[in-house]
């Protein structure tokens, strides 16, 4: 298996292979001119993120400045919007449902790292994707951890560290996130 197939799979994997290393480089281009474009290319700036992104719905903003690792692994549903300074460490896949919104620096992570340290310094390390059903409202600075479901209809409130899944029509908050209240679905 080549390293990008490893890490596509959940398998530890190099970061430092070249084909990784390049393709981290090409989505860093195209994001710096995506965060470079002027507030009126409304259009121009919708197919650049097409261009970033995996795959991509109708109506998709972001506001920049925003960050991947790849891009590639990056899928979003119809009606999407990522508010300034939001962060997505597409190592995994990144699934976002539709009509979801995330606040200002909210930070998407699937890249993880070996617990030992031996096994940590050898520079390998592994990915589980996230999912994030439709109708979803993450608030600001929340962090959503490797391995998170959350489910159809959930807010996470600002500031919120989620470490396990969210389960559908909950309102789950503060460092780890826990349900706060249940929802009318």
Same mark, same amino acid.
């Given at each position: ?13 190099? %970061? ?47 506001? %920049? ?38 606040? %200002? ?5 699937? /890249? ?14 592994? /990915?589980? #994707? ?15 951890? %490797? ?20 389960? #559908? ?17």
């Amino acid at each position: 298996m080549t390293e990008r197939e490893k890490m596509t799979a959940g398998l530890m994997y190099k %970061p430092s292979d070249p084909e990784l290393m390049e393709d981290r480089l090409r989505v860093r281009r195209k994001v710096r001119e995506y965060n470079a474009s002027s507030p009126a290319e409304a259009a121009g700036r919708e197919d650049a993120l097409r261009d970033i992104l995996g795959s991509a719905g109708r109506e998709v903003f972001m506001e %920049p400045d925003v960050r991947f690792d790849y891009g590639y692994n990056m899928h979003v549903g119809d009606h999407f919007f990522a508010n300034f300074d939001c962060t997505f460490l597409d190592v995994a896949e990144i699934r976002i449902g539709d009509n979801c919104m995330l606040g %200002p620096g909210v930070h998407l992570y699937t /890249a993880s790292h070996p617990l030992g340290a031996e096994e940590r310094n050898s520079g390998s390390e592994f /990915a589980i #994707p996230i999912t994030i059903g439709d109708n979803v409202w993450i608030g600001g600075a929340a962090v959503i951890n %490797p391995g998170v479901m959350i489910g159809t209809g959930a807010v996470v409130a600002s500031g919120a560290v989620v470490t396990k899944e969210v389960p #559908p029509n909950t309102v789950v908050g503060g460092n780890p996130a826990r349900v706060l209240k249940h929802l009318d679905s």
